[in-house]
């Protein structure tokens, strides 16, 4: 069973930036980021290949989220820059196993105000 810790969010004013991190137990796995805002379902936001290759982005976050990792120190990153109201959500680091998304953090709260 692959665990994946996260930490990094908190509440901060439009236009502010965040950086969240997350570990997994299990290294070079590929690596996303999702979010759920209240009442909405749980949606993609980034993706990062196991040796960060490759990465994608939704449009919604497209040129203000930037995803990496450290696999020295088996660590995923997001730094979300110019955050925006609607950014506000329970940020979710998950791991892909066989193509599919098969492990989840346990949140972290991302607020930002207006």
């Known amino acids: 069973q692959v665990q994946l810790v996260e930490s990094g969010g908190g509440l901060v004013q439009a236009g502010g930036s965040l950086r969240l991190s997350c570990t997994p137990s299990?290294?070079?796995?590929?690596m996303g980021w999702f979010r759920q805002a209240p009442g909405k379902e749980r949606v993609f936001i980034s993706f990062?290949?196991?040796?960060?290759?490759?990465?994608t982005y939704a449009d919604s976050v497209k040129g203000r989220f930037i995803i990496s990792r450290d696999n020295a120190k088996n660590t995923v990153y997001l730094q979300m820059n110019t955050l925006k109201p609607e950014d506000t959500a329970v940020y979710y680091c998950?791991?892909?196993?066989?193509?599919?998304?098969?492990?989840w953090g346990q949140g972290t709260q991302v607020t930002v105000s207006s």
């Open positions: 998950a791991a892909k196993r066989s193509g599919q998304w098969s492990y």
């Open positions: 299990v290294p070079f796995l590929d």
């Open positions: 990062i290949s196991r040796y960060g290759s490759t990465t």
